[in-house]
């Protein structure tokens, strides 16, 4: 589905630094997800949003700002990303919530 | 704490054997509960909700609720299935709870 892309694929970042991860979609979905990849734990989820203007906290919201200014994007952001968030981010949006999620490829991050 | 539990984190089956991915919840009531996959190098995709009560790619899954499973099973496997399977369950906030995932290699 090339409804919903991620932004970047790959990032390569310092501990410290800021960085943002972007998610699009372009099917007009209200509900849109952000979930972390680790071995072990499967897919945990870090913020959600019911729509425009409205996120909540998910299982792993510390360390994470989201935002929600227009329906078509979610962007994640670390203010200061630390190496425990080295992960697999996956965005995923859904119609109406009742829907099936679909997801993004997703973003590997690695930090150092 | 609710949880989704997915015992088994490997399995390998020979192809034409039958497969059975595991997977329990402690959630209360009517769950909605789904399995998702992921083939190598692409994107989560929904296989099967159990309120669909529907055979994708020969899978099928069944709700028990007397033993809290919803067992995903498919009578001959193929190579073609090697994947991580996710079961998943739907939150009333519309959020999904995944279990660690079990990765299912299919042998030739």
């Known amino acids: 589905d090339a409804g919903i892309t991620q932004s970047p694929r790959y990032k390569i970042t310092e501990t410290g630094r800021q960085v943002t991860l972007m998610c699009h979609q372009t099917?007009?979905?209200?509900?849109m997800f952000w979930y972390r990849q680790d071995l072990g734990h499967g897919l945990r989820l870090i913020y959600y949003?019911?729509?425009?203007?409205?996120?909540d906290k998910g299982e792993v919201p510390d360390g994470y700002v989201v935002s929600r200014s227009k329906t078509e994007n979610f962007p994640l952001t670390l203010e200061s990303a630390t190496r425990s968030q080295t992960s697999v981010y996956f965005c995923?949006?859904?119609?109406?919530?009742?829907?099936?999620?679909?997801f993004g490829d997703g973003t590997r991050l690695s930090i150092l | 704490a609710q949880r989704v539990t997915q015992p088994e984190k490997l399995l390998s089956v020979f192809k034409g054997a039958p497969v059975e991915l595991k997977c329990n919840y402690s959630?209360?009531?009517?769950?909605?509960l789904f399995w998702y996959v992921q083939y190598s190098r692409q994107r989560l995709q929904l296989l099967l909700r159990?309120?669909s009560r529907e055979s994708i790619k020969g899978f099928t899954a069944d709700l028990n609720k007397g033993e809290t499973s919803f067992h995903l099973k498919k009578p001959f496997a193929q190579e073609e299935d090697s994947a991580m399977y996710y079961c998943?369950?739907?939150?009333?906030?519309?959020?999904?709870?995944f279990g660690s995932g079990t990765q299912l290699t299919v042998l030739p």
């Open positions: 949003s019911a729509a425009a203007d409205i996120t």
């Open positions: 099917w007009s979905h209200s509900y």
């Open positions: 959630y209360s009531g009517s769950p909605e």
């Open positions: 159990h309120i």
């Open positions: 998943a369950h739907r939150g009333s906030a519309r959020q999904l709870t």
């Open positions: 995923a949006s859904s119609a109406d919530g009742n829907q099936p999620q679909h």
